[in-house]
């Protein structure tokens, strides 16, 4: 974050005009060193980030070689000729350099002695080996200097992340110094940044960073070095976007277009576009520069704030709906299965949303901040803090885990980082001494009055979102009042209190004050817009800033895809055993009541259900059950569950009921909703459609794979019809180059179909957009398999696969 000492270094370099306007909206965070988070509901998530995240991320960063990439780059510059291969992909520097930030912030809160010195040396002995790998010039990427060859670098930028690893360097260099007070790292990063501003010097090579993040990591460097040089260059690389780039060679390119927002300068983008992480890092350091009086940059955040969070961001409060680019699509193209809300991206638009509020000093962003920080951050770390989530869908067919690493693994570090460090996006201080209380969580915050008169303590007690009772203890160690300013969504509020921009203002006098207040956390249903297709129809159930999501296994017998909520249903809160607030909805399932035993073990007849291929049926009936609902982000954290956030209000909405009697299996199961999404009988609109779930084999690619289904008793089959996924034009899955059909005979041993008839042969297509039929000679079997070849170079996958 930006200081008042970097504000104050480089409002003396700008235009009068501008510096005046800067210094009038100076809002300055609360650094995270001056705040400790506690209390019922953040302290047992504090210490899974403390002891389960720092300790997942140290383990697999060590197995994946990322930390022996550093050893083996420092062999070679000494010139040693064992030293290793590069391992893992391009920017696996950056989760290092990631991890350490959040390791900082631990090691600097850590309360145990002999923990805190573990940490603080272990943390010495890995900075020494980052260090070894840095070349002269101040470059260091250990990519290029084993693999890529030291003398392509920055010959690609718009995807080889060479800027990206170093602004996470410089984030980290910063802040182990702030935790440690030494220059270790530090001084590795302002090298690295002393080199970029070479590299950029005399416009020598003007292409901007293809993955934003080094010029947030720029206006922070300057705060600790007050040195604008670092700020000058991150306005620098802002302004390049969206113009042709010279390369250093001296040959233009470029620009490259939406999905690294440099279709257009960077202060005429006024609709989000492109990788949901790359924009928010972006929008970040416009905000930053915005404060600062640099750019024209405020009626572009404006208008990204507006598209965003009016028309593309999830109920949950992340960004970023597709998978093919990881990032925006059209507005209000906002899935249930498919939604992608990469776990980066939400920590991203949190980021982001901190600083539109340090630039106007108004409510509503720490309001978004709030709700994205509950329902879609905290989803993608599990509750011990040691497996994750890359991709938060809205509902699940029960084929989605949470997992220890990725191969990208952006997300697991961010994860750390981000929430090691909460305490900075609590409070922060205006430049006339008012105090901004932005997030109700308990815990102390010891805060600095900047004209020097004193200290404020201010402790609040609560276990707030589960519970909205809040206890603010204000102890002003100053000699005069001070402007208290809480957001307004609080029930009780001081006696001659006032509301402006969202928050509540009264004076706090010399001494201590205790306030008992209180959020309200009305449970409440949310419906969308009626341009959000996928909602049409639907509700969601909210409880303060929590969204919440129904798992099946909260509701033994009973799936999620089943379940109707109709507008008159009762909505019931209760107090699990483990204090988690649950909702419980008097609801309707999708189909008649199982029958009860009769004396004997007889059912009464029930007659055989219809075919599952009929154009009109019969309206489906229903039955009255309580479902049971959970706070969203802790779904997936008791073993493989069934979840839906988004649920019909009337039967005719209910999603179509999966094929029966079929179990399934795969040869590999990819990214995706997994098995139940080949029988689940939605109907896709083309082979990229990207609103339903979905099975993949991605990541493989060019492989043999299969998928089988498993009848629960020995069925005729004569046919099989299977619509293929291909995302050409989006992603990496084609179309099979091959495939074939075997059944299961006798003693257990798989064989061909047969053909038809001499003038009806078998056929195995590929074709895109339409079921590709296979007919055969009927055939008594138990199970089928189909054998697939994915084409060379590419993935694949299925929409949908039906057996007849």
Request: aromatic share 10%; glycine share 8%; net charge negative.
């Amino acid at each position: 974050m930006i200081s008042a000492a970097i504000l104050s270094v480089v409002l003396a370099a700008q235009p009068e005009a501008d510096a005046k306007v800067a210094a009038q909206r100076v809002i300055t965070p609360v650094s995270w060193r001056q705040v400790a988070i506690d209390g019922p509901f953040w302290s047992p998530r504090m210490q899974a980030i403390r002891r389960g995240t720092l300790a997942a991320n140290r383990h697999q960063c060590d197995i994946t070689g990322r930390l022996a990439n550093f050893d083996n780059a420092a062999k070679k510059l000494r010139g040693e000729k064992d030293h290793g291969e590069f391992q893992g992909l391009l920017f696996n520097d950056s989760d290092v350099y990631k991890m350490i930030e959040g390791w900082s912030y631990l090691l600097a809160t850590e309360k145990d002695a002999a923990a805190k010195e573990k940490l603080d040396s272990e943390l010495d002995a890995l900075i020494s080996r980052i260090a070894a790998a840095q070349h002269e010039d101040g470059y260091i990427n250990t990519y290029y200097t084993l693999k890529a060859d030291i003398k392509n670098r920055f010959t690609r930028e718009e995807w080889d992340h060479e800027t990206y690893c170093i602004g996470h360097l410089i984030e980290a260099g910063v802040a182990h110094f702030e935790a440690t007070g030494k220059r270790s790292l530090l001084d590795v990063a302002v090298r690295a940044a002393d080199f970029l501003d070479h590299l950029y010097g005399e416009h020598r090579f003007t292409a901007p960073p293809g993955h934003q993040e080094v010029e947030l990591a720029l206006v922070r460097l300057s705060a600790v070095e007050r040195d604008n040089t670092y700020t000058k260059l991150a306005h620098y690389l802002i302004e390049q976007r969206g113009r042709p780039h010279r390369k250093l060679d001296g040959t233009m390119y470029g620009p490259w277009g939406d999905y690294a927002q440099d279709h257009l300068p960077a202060a005429e983008q006024m609709e989000a576009a492109g990788h949901a992480v790359r924009a928010a890092y972006m929008y970040c350091a416009m905000a930053d520069l915005a404060r600062l009086g640099l750019g024209h940059y405020r009626p572009a955040l404006d208008a990204l704030w507006t598209d965003i969070t009016q028309r593309r961001v999830f109920v949950t409060g992340g960004i970023g709906p597709s998978g093919h680019n990881e990032g925006f699509t059209t507005p209000y193209d906002i899935p249930t299965h498919s939604a992608y809300q990469e776990t980066c991206a939400s920590i991203g638009l949190c980021m982001w949303a901190h600083r539109m509020f340090l630039l106007t000093g108004r409510a509503e962003y720490m309001e978004q901040f709030e709700r994205t920080l509950y329902s879609a951050v905290l989803a993608g770390v599990a509750l011990d803090g040691e497996s994750f989530f890359y991709v938060n869908p809205l509902a699940s067919r029960g084929g989605h885990r949470r997992s220890a690493w990725f191969a990208c693994a952006c997300c697991p570090p961010n994860v750390l980082r981000f929430l090691a460090s909460l305490g900075q996006y609590a409070y922060a201080v205006g430049s006339t001494g008012e105090v901004y209380i932005n997030l109700h969580i308990a815990g102390e915050a010891r805060i600095d009055m900047p004209d020097g008169s004193g200290r404020i303590i201010i402790r609040q007690e609560t276990a707030y979102p589960f519970e909205g009772a809040c206890r603010l203890t204000i102890d002003n160690r100053t000699p005069r009042p001070v402007t208290i300013a809480r957001r307004l969504d609080v029930a009780m509020v001081p006696s001659g209190a006032v509301s402006v921009d969202g928050y509540v203002r009264w004076n706090a006098p010399p001494g201590a004050t205790v306030h008992e207040m209180a959020v309200p956390l009305h449970t409440r249903r949310v419906v969308a817009d009626h341009r959000v297709k996928q909602a049409i129809g639907r509700v969601a159930i909210m409880r303060g800033p929590l969204v919440y999501a129904a798992e099946s296994i909260d509701n033994p017998g009973i799936s999620p895809a089943d379940i109707v909520l109709p507008p008159d249903a009762r909505l019931e809160e209760r107090a699990a055993a483990d204090g988690t607030p649950e909702i419980v909805a008097h609801a309707l399932r999708i189909g008649p009541p199982a029958a009860p035993p009769q004396p004997g073990g007889l059912r009464p007849y029930a007659p055989p259900e219809p075919p599952d291929d009929r154009l009109y049926v019969d309206a489906p009936g229903t039955t009255a059950v309580e479902l049971v609902m959970r706070p969203y982000f802790m779904w997936a954290n008791r073993g493989p569950s069934e979840m839906v956030v988004w649920l019909p209000e009337s039967a005719h909405l209910g999603q179509p009921r999966p094929a029966r009697g079929i179990s399934a299996s795969a040869s590999f199961i990819g990214h995706g909703d997994g098995l139940p999404a080949l029988f689940d009988r939605i109907e896709p609109a083309s082979s990229n459609d990207h609103d339903i779930p979905r099975f993949t084999f991605w990541n493989r690619k060019g492989t043999s794979e299969w998928v089988r289904y498993d009848f629960d008793a020995p069925r005729v089959v004569s046919a099989v019809e299977v619509y293929w996924f291909d995302d050409t034009g989006r992603g990496e899955c084609r179309v099979p180059a091959s495939w074939n059909v075997e059944v299961l005979g006798a003693s257990d041993r798989w064989r061909p179909v047969n053909n038809a008839s001499p003038d009806h042969i078998a056929k195995f297509e590929t074709a895109r957009d339409r079921f590709n039929v296979c007919v055969f000679s009927p055939v008594t079997t138990t199970a089928v398999r189909v054998n697939i070849q994915l084409q060379d170079k590419f993935s694949g996958g299925i929409l949908e696969l039906r057996v007849r």
